[in-house]
Structures are given as structure tokens and as C-alpha cells.
């Protein structure tokens, strides 16, 4: 346990050595990682799924057991987060194909909103404008809805949302770009949302 101690996080996330422990197969470390990294992978899921909590929760687990097997690939050649996110986003699209697949309705059915997690009177309204927004991104083609989510969910930047989905930086742009004017379309009676032009 001693040397586990120095394995620490800072507030970008995970150290370098546990990443390089995770490789060598220390299960301590990846719990570490599971516990710095869930929230953030459900999050992103959750909101790729339209609010399916149980859906976000399966592709968490699946997003993990992928790393699990895979993270000796990771060279280090880029931020942890930004290879962490391209495995969230496969896994999403993945199972939305798959979903698609063997479930034809899928595709048409109405996207549930996210729960509300605060029921404060304060934040009734809040909450009823983040689930209008929420519904509106979960109903953009795949492609678009997950640029927004890195770009206003996660807050990365247009480079980092190009490596972690394999493209240029104007591809990025172009699908963001694409993706706020649906959602104007669909959120033009809101004033004040974060899907502005920047």
C-alpha cells in the first residue's frame, strides 16, 4: 500500500504512474483509474443516449473492460484523456449501431431527457432548460452530437476534440458548426444557451 501512495492525481486527472502501473497489470492502479474517470465517461455517454441512465451505465462498463484490455496500446504519445475519450466515443457509436441493428424502433423512438439529479425549487427551471437542451443534442447524427459534447460537456478544445476523434481541427469545426444550426432550429425559443457561435 505504501508504494501505491505515491501514485497520486493531480487536477487534471490521473498520474503517468498509474497509467504505467495500470500497464504492468496492478489492479489497485486501474481501480484508481476507474474511480478518476467513471463520472467523466458517463457523463458523456448519458448524454449521447438521451438520458438512458441504465444504457450509460452498460457503456461505461464496456468503455472500462475495453481499457482494461487495451491500455498497454497506450504510448503515451498523447494526453491519457484524449485517448480515453476516442475509446468512450467508439464504444458510444458502436453501441448505437448495434442498437440500430437489432432494433429498428431504436432509431425513431423519442429520447428521454436525463433525470434531474437536485429536485431544489432553484433549480426547476434550470433543470427543465438543460433537459430541453440535452434532448436536442441527443437527437443530432452521431458524428455532430458527440463534437458538441466534448466541445460544451467536456469543454475541450477544437484540437483536442481532432485527436480524440481522428480528424482535422476544420472537420471539428465544421461539425460543431453543423451541430449549432440544428440546434438553433430546435432551441430557438431558448435565450442565453451555451450553443452559441464562437
Same mark, same amino acid.
Given at each position: 500500500m505504501e508504494q501505491f501512495a505515491v501514485l497520486t492525481t493531480d487536477e487534471r486527472g490521473i498520474g503517468a504512474g498509474v497509467i504505467e502501473s495500470c500497464q504492468r497489470g496492478d489492479r489497485e492502479a486501474f481501480r484508481a483509474l476507474f474511480e478518476t474517470y467513471k463520472d467523466r465517461v458517463f457523463s458523456v455517454?448519458?448524454?449521447?443516449?438521451?438520458? =438512458? =441512465?441504465a444504457l450509460a451505465s452498460d457503456v461505461t462498463q464496456q468503455?472500462?473492460?475495453k481499457l482494461f484490455t487495451r491500455i498497454a496500446q497506450f504510448r503515451h504519445e498523447s494526453e491519457f484523456t484524449t485517448w480515453?475519450?476516442?475509446l468512450t466515443t467508439n464504444v458510444? /457509436? =458502436?453501441e448505437q449501431r448495434r442498437r440500430r441493428r437489432f432494433d429498428p424502433l431504436a432509431a /425513431?423512438?423519442?429520447h428521454k431527457t436525463p433525470r434531474a439529479r437536485d429536485a431544489a425549487e432553484e433549480r426547476v427551471m434550470r433543470g427543465?432548460?438543460?433537459c430541453e437542451i440535452a434532448s436536442a443534442v441527443a437527437g443530432l447524427k452521431p458524428k455532430l452530437r458527440i463534437a458538441i459534447l466534448l466541445k460544451y460537456f467536456e469543454e475541450l478544445s477544437y484540437a483536442e476534440i481532432a485527436a480524440a476523434l481522428g480528424c482535422s481541427p476544420g472537420t471539428v469545426a465544421s461539425r460543431i458548426n453543423r451541430g449549432h444550426k440544428i440546434l438553433a432550429r430546435r432551441l430557438g425559443h431558448l435565450r442565453g444557451t451555451v450553443f452559441h457561435e464562437s
Open positions: 455517454a448519458l448524454y449521447f443516449f438521451g438520458g =438512458d =441512465d468503455v472500462f473492460l480515453l475519450y476516442r458510444c /457509436i =458502436d /425513431i423512438a423519442p427543465e432548460v438543460a
